[in-house]
């Protein structure tokens, strides 16, 4: 099996505008919780994210201190997912440590190698623009691709990541009205991934930051013969 959405949702730091603020992981095999972050920027730093009472794993963090937008990763792998409704915790640091403001989306992915579950990340800052060209990395097969975009005003639902294969999976704002645009792609053959991002005609003024992440299959999920081809069994289906 390839790596796959097993549960997603949208979380925030406070249920204003009917986000949820508390996520439970799906079931499944090999499993990671992967949560990706917009935060208004207030020249603040993340010491620790919590899933309940349980520290995540930095994948990657994003600070465009002069604007108006932060983004971050942050995942858990199988042995550490605790089970039931959690909450996100944020612990933030710096000079102005004032508990920021966020939005974020929180997936359950299932066959997800548990030794290396990402294995390249990038971000960028983009200039005012309508559509923006993200940061490209690098996935595997039968791995897959998230990518984050936020910014410091309200746009239309109808943005969305308009690259090839890619899926939107929420374009939301957080309670001070920054903008988050979250979406992914899965790879049957590993290569360059460049999420292209649409603010639906409205250009954003100044530099805000964009990210995108790549997870790893597990080991032997989907075994591949000598011309690069999926095995199947007797009857057919992927070994």
């Avoid at 794993?57 to 932060?70: N, R």
């Avoid at 995942?75 to 920021?100: M, R």
């Avoid at 645009?181 to 003024?205: L, Q, R, Y």
């Amino acid at each position: 099996m390839a790596v796959a959405i097993a549960g997603s949702a949208e979380i925030a730091e406070s249920a204003t505008g009917g986000h949820p603020t508390t996520y439970t992981a799906a079931a499944g095999s090999n499993r990671l919780l992967l949560c990706l972050f917009d935060a208004e920027d207030t020249g603040n730093t993340i010491v620790s994210i919590k899933f309940g009472t349980t520290v995540m794993t930095e994948g990657l963090a994003f600070y465009e201190s002069a604007q108006d937008s932060q983004t971050f990763a942050y995942y858990l792998k199988e042995a550490d997912i605790p089970a039931g409704a959690q909450a996100i915790d944020v612990t933030w640091g710096g000079a102005n440590a004032d508990d920021p403001e966020w939005v974020g989306m929180i997936y359950t992915l299932t066959d997800v190698d548990q030794t290396t579950p990402v294995d390249d990340s990038a971000s960028e800052n983009e200039a005012s623009a309508t559509t923006w060209t993200g940061p490209s990395v690098t996935s595997t097969d039968d791995g897959a691709v998230f990518a984050l975009c936020g910014t410091g005003s309200n746009h239309s639902a109808a943005s969305s990541i308009t690259t090839a294969n890619w899926t939107t999976d929420a374009v939301d704002y957080n309670i001070s009205g920054y903008d988050a645009m979250f979406g992914h792609k899965f790879v049957t053959t590993g290569a360059a991934e460049t999420p292209v991002a649409d603010w639906n005609g409205t250009a954003e003024t100044g530099v805000f930051g964009m990210l995108a992440i790549a997870v790893v299959a597990a080991a032997g999920a989907n075994p591949k013969g000598p011309l690069g081809m999926p095995l199947h069994g007797p009857f057919g289906g992927p070994i």
